[in-house]
């Protein structure tokens, strides 16, 4: 069964740490997203990805890094977390083949306390 | 600018009755897709139904089947025999030819025993 796995369901961070937020796809995907999701503002995109070393902003990057050194991992980075960035986090991968959608990883629930 | 606009946050239907969940959405180009996406309470985005603009003919799924009206750029969900598990998030979606994906906020879908 193909998937998108995020590494973490539920995480608690402080303000001001580090964070990383992974995402491993095992479908040979060539596009890779993360996306936010908030009550009543839905899916915001924050960054893709389109290749290997290949990142785009998206329409709410500021705050928020990414790496992508292979094909089946999309790590989002949060330079200096802040309250603000309590969230859920959904990664996504794609084919070129647009008919297929996006697959979503289970997300993750960030808390930035 | 592309949006997808879902006009209802929530909807209730009885089981087993009919249920559409309405979506608006404005693009400048003339080759995209829209989805509609469900997300259960336990968060994994899934897929329920795609649809083509070069296609006339509506989309289906077993129970579930859109209105797509190109001309007015509407694209309605139906759900027929509304079960338990259908009780969901669901949300609207539009991919361009650069394969990103623009959602609507979300309609919340009650189900009624």
């Known amino acids: 069964d193909v998937k998108v796995t995020q590494s973490s369901r539920y995480l608690v961070k402080r303000t001001g740490e580090k964070v990383f937020l992974e995402c491993v796809q095992d479908?040979?995907?060539?596009?890779m997203f993360w996306y936010r999701q908030d009550p009543g503002l839905g899916l915001r995109l924050i960054y893709f990805s389109y290749d290997v070393k290949m990142k785009e902003k998206g329409d709410i990057p500021e705050g928020y890094s990414v790496s992508r050194e292979k094909k089946e991992r999309f790590s989002l980075i949060l330079e200096s977390a802040s309250t603000n960035q309590t969230s859920m986090y959904l990664c996504?991968?794609?084919?070129?083949?647009?008919?297929?959608?996006?697959?979503f990883g289970s997300g993750t629930r960030l808390t930035v306390v | 600018a592309q949006t997808v606009t879902q006009s209802q946050p929530e909807m209730s239907v009885q089981e087993a009755e009919t249920v559409t969940l309405s979506c608006t959405y404005d693009?400048?180009?003339?080759?995209?897709?829209l989805f509609w996406y469900k997300q259960p309470p336990s968060r994994q985005m899934i897929l329920v139904i795609r649809q083509e603009a070069y296609k006339q003919q509506n989309a289906t799924e077993n129970r579930f089947s859109v209105n797509f009206q190109k001309a007015a750029k509407s694209f309605s969900l139906k759900i027929s025999d509304s079960q338990l598990g259908d009780a969901a998030m669901y949300f609207c979606a539009l991919m361009n030819r650069d394969d990103k994906i623009i959602f609507g906020k979300g309609t919340r879908l009650h189900i009624l025993p």
């Open positions: 996504a991968s794609s084919t070129p083949r647009r008919e297929y959608g996006y697959t």
């Open positions: 693009t400048s180009e003339s080759d995209y897709y």
């Open positions: 479908m040979d995907h060539e596009n």
